[in-house]
């Protein structure tokens, strides 16, 4: 295994950033010099970390170095602050994380390393507000990852945001996006209206191919389970997985990376899993 850490300045962010990247291990007997110069590119998971998160998170938190290894994957792990993976451009200085990610650090990392850039090498996940990040991403950008996997986040109805009251713990936050977007309309329009985009990609001839978790225990369980409906209603081509008396904890999401890498077809080292009554009913679609 090796790990690269980047540090510099992003043109899009306008600050110094941070990024982590795990590279593919070079196996024990392997001539050196053959397999450094055999001009071969691996696969990439594009990870996204939550709020109050950055690059180290999954590293301090979860196996994904072991994961990837076994893999030969490449894992990139980038900084993207409180951001909800939005362009805030009306700041000084813009800090353009929605498009930081497939107009700066995509070629950067195809460009400086073996990285595949094409489509069905390419697969994004994110946790929390990073599966907010993997959702627009997915249904922005269908074109660039063959896989979506979005743990303890979905899409939220943006209408029904604006008609929520104080009751609801996640309309501050959906409110202050669709403020920062330039009111309802602006983001109906725009690039963070992933709901309505989610009809669009379904209605593809080769979308990606998407996957959803939650536990039963998270505070966003309701959502997850009103999205999961509306994902059923319009054909999206996805996994919806639940773990009963699970949280929104990193317990949880240990386990769903797994589950997830095996979805997006990297099986190695992982054991099939013994499908609990809650989780025999996860649904392809």
């Not at 497939?102 to 697969?123: C, H, Q, V």
Request: glycine share 8%.
């Amino acid at each position: 295994m090796g790990l690269a850490h980047l540090s510099f300045r992003s043109w899009c962010l306008n600050i110094n950033t941070d990024v982590e990247v795990i590279l593919p291990a070079i196996k024990q007997g392997v001539d050196a010099k053959e397999y450094y110069r055999s001009g071969k590119k691996y696969p990439v998971l594009w990870l996204l970390h939550g709020t109050y998160g950055n690059y180290t998170d999954y590293l301090r938190r979860t196996n994904i170095e072991l994961y990837a290894t076994e893999n030969d994957l490449i894992v990139v792990m980038p900084s993207a602050a409180n951001s909800n993976y939005s362009n805030w451009s009306n700041i000084i200085p813009p800090f353009n994380v929605f498009d930081y990610l497939t107009e700066e650090l995509m070629p950067m990392i195809y460009g400086w390393f073996p990285a595949s850039d094409k489509r069905e090498d390419n697969f994004v996940c994110g946790l929390s507000m990073g599966a907010r990040g993997a959702s627009k991403y997915g249904f922005n950008h269908p074109d660039k990852f063959a896989g979506v996997a979005c743990m303890s986040g979905v899409p939220s109805d943006a209408r029904k945001v604006m008609e929520s009251g104080p009751e609801n713990p996640f309309s501050a936050r959906g409110k202050m996006t669709i403020e920062q977007a330039g009111g309802l309309e602006a983001y109906l329009n725009s690039y963070e209206n992933d709901w309505d985009k989610a009809k669009e990609v379904a209605a593809m001839e080769n979308p990606p191919k998407f996957y959803f978790c939650c536990g039963t225990e998270d505070g966003g369980y309701p959502r997850y389970l009103e999205f999961k409906k509306y994902a059923q209603e319009i054909g999206l081509n996805a996994v919806f997985d639940e773990r009963e008396g699970y949280a929104h904890e990193w317990r949880f999401w240990e386990l769903e990376i797994q589950e997830i890498l095996k979805y997006f077809g990297f099986r190695k080292g992982f054991k099939d899993r013994v499908m609990s009554a809650t989780n025999r009913d996860a649904t392809l679609l």
